[in-house]
């Protein structure tokens, strides 16, 4: 039997973090669904607990259900911290009380100097809270830098010590496993070039989407590169095959500057594209 204490955490997370695959959503559904202390039988609940196991690499507890991203552990905590609770009298221009869950009340939230409560809202941790969110969060995004799980935190979460937590935070992992400093060796010689239109860098990007006018749009592009101005040129595609990748590269790039005497390229799809002009040029 296999006891899932997922539920509406996992809601959160899918909501405010982005930490869930797509193809996950259906699965998060599903689990919303059960109660919260029912057990289950059955290969279909294991294996989406498996399938949680693998994407969020969520920590081992006691008690899954007391994590950062639980709006009732927050709020119990919050209430069990004096100093936190005196702060939104004493500064009520920052500090104010919001409703993040229908079946949790007021949390305490901290909102910037001159920020919009509505919008720039950021949850403040109790004390209790601080070392084990960041020893949390550490763990469930794959044990990365002090950099990327500071900005990580503090887009949602404020404590005064915060950032000071995180800098002196030591993971036994992190120091066995992960070397510091610079590496050893050198990178390997380059080739210097000087005069322009010698070379060619190539390459395929995309699909990639952007929106423009609030309008969402999917291009593909061929990017050209020379190796020694860096002058760089995107060149819209509309279809990744060979003649049509050669037309653009002629019409883009051949048309406006000198031939080059080498193009630069990876062994992908874009390889067949100058094997086609090889036999055209």
């Not at 797509?22 to 669904?33: A, M, Q, V």
């Not at 969060?137 to 949602?156: A, S």
């Not at 995309?206 to 060149?235: H, M, Q, Y």
Request: hydrophobic share 35%; net charge neutral.
């Amino acid at each position: 039997m296999s006891r899932l204490h997922c539920l509406s955490t996992l809601a959160q997370l899918e909501k405010s973090t982005n930490l869930v695959e797509p193809s996950l959503e259906e699965e998060i559904d599903e689990i919303n669904g059960y109660a919260t202390d029912q057990y289950y039988t059955g290969t279909y609940d294991e294996a989406i607990k498996q399938a949680f196991d693998c994407y969020l690499n969520l920590p081992e507890a006691d008690a899954p259900e007391e994590n950062p991203l639980c709006y009732k552990h927050i709020r119990e905590q919050q209430q069990g911290d004096a100093q936190l609770l005196a702060r939104p009298a004493k500064y009520s221009e920052l500090y104010i009380n919001k409703i993040l869950d229908d079946n949790v009340q007021h949390i305490i939230c901290y909102v910037h100097p001159n920020g919009d409560p509505n919008s720039q809202w950021r949850i403040a941790l109790s004390q209790s809270m601080l070392k084990p969110t960041v020893k949390w969060f550490h763990q469930v995004l794959g044990h990365p830098g002090k950099k990327r799980l500071r900005e990580t935190l503090q887009q949602r979460y404020y404590h005064p010590q915060l950032c000071q937590t995180i800098d002196k935070y030591k993971c036994e992992h992190c120091q066995k496993h992960k070397l510091s400093g610079r590496g050893y060796g050198l990178l390997p010689e380059r080739e210097i070039r000087v005069a322009p239109w010698i070379e060619v860098a190539v390459d395929l990007i995309g699909p990639w989407k952007v929106k423009v006018s609030g309008r969402v749009v999917e291009f593909n592009a061929l990017t050209c590169i020379d190796t020694a101005s860096n002058l760089v040129e995107l060149i819209r595609i509309d279809e990744k095959t060979s003649p049509h990748i050669t037309r653009k590269f002629e019409q883009a790039w051949l048309a406006r500057y000198r031939l080059p005497k080498c193009c630069t390229h990876d062994l992908g799809g874009i390889g067949a594209v100058f094997v086609h002009l090889k036999a055209n040029v």
